[in-house]
Each structure stands twice: as C-alpha cells, then as structure tokens.
C-alpha cells in the first residue's frame, strides 16, 4: 500500500526489441515514400513524353480533322483533345474570318472582333497557316515570328 502522496511510477527502460522493430518499421515507411516518389516521377515523365508524341502524331496534326469545310462553312478543331477524340468542330462561316494570325498559336480573327485560337506545334504553325489562307482567301495574314 502507497502512504502518502502520489503511488510511485517506475520507469521501465525501453527494451531493445521494441526499438530494434521501430526502427524496422521507420525504415521500411522511408523505402515505401521513397519507392512512391520515384514512382510518381516515372509515371509523370512517361505522361509527358506519350503526350509529346500524341501532339506530334498525323491524328492530331492532320489538315482535314483541323480544317473540315461545309461549303460557305468551315470547322475548327482547336485543341489536341477536340482532334484527338474527332469531337464536334467548331463552325464560322468563310466570309467571317477577316485577319489570321500566326504566333504561339494560329488565330482565326472574325468580323465581331473574336478569335478562334488552334494550338499547334512549332513544325505545324505554318502548315495549319497555309490552310487557313486557302479556306479564308479575303482574310489578312499577319506572321509574328516567336523566338525558340
């Protein structure tokens, strides 16, 4: 029985087991952390370099999934994902584009003051270009050079 006061507490030393399998399992909690962050690394450069590859295939750079025309008509895929997956193109009548302008990306300018933005990739700017001035012959072409 405890007399007086509080009952006394006797401190155990740790035993070393205990510690031998903390620091098993301190270890093994670094090497998962570690295998999940190059894991992540891995699956973000192989993303990236299939989405290169995508953006330079024939499927998305193809003039006549770019450009669809309807007669007085015209559709425009503007992004890769519109080209990739033939989604619905967006459609502006011929007479309504007034100035293209090649930089970063092709814009198609119309009459209202809008633009139609077509991303492309340095090797296909200009021949995305060059359709367009073939469907949009009264349209003002206008070149800024962008440096690499």
């Known amino acids: 029985m405890v ?4 009952p006394r507490i006797i401190k155990k030393e740790p035993s070393v ?9 301190l270890a ?12 992540a690394f891995i699956t973000a450069l192989l993303i990236s370099i299939a989405t290169k590859r ?15 025309d309807y ?7 503007r992004g890769g994902d519109s080209r990739f997956f033939k989604l619905s193109p967006k459609r502006v009548k011929k007479d309504r584009i007034v100035k293209i302008r090649q930089a970063g ?8 003051g809008n633009a ?5 990739l340095d090797g296909n700017r200009e021949r995305i270009t060059n359709r367009a001035k073939e469907l949009f012959p009264h349209a003002e072409v206008v070149i800024i050079e962008v440096g690499r």
């Open 17 to 25: 087991q205990m510690s031998t399998l903390t620091n098993k399992l």
């Open 105 to 112: 990306c092709i814009s198609l300018f119309t009459k209202g």
């Open 28 to 39: 093994t909690k670094e090497k998962i952390l570690t295998a999940a962050a190059i894991s």
């Open 116 to 120: 139609i933005d077509i991303l492309a």
């Open 3 to 6: 007399t007086g006061g509080y």
């Open 71 to 77: 007669g007085d008509e015209v559709g425009v895929r």
């Open 54 to 68: 995508l953006m330079n295939s024939n499927r998305i750079n193809d003039l006549d999934i770019i450009f669809t």
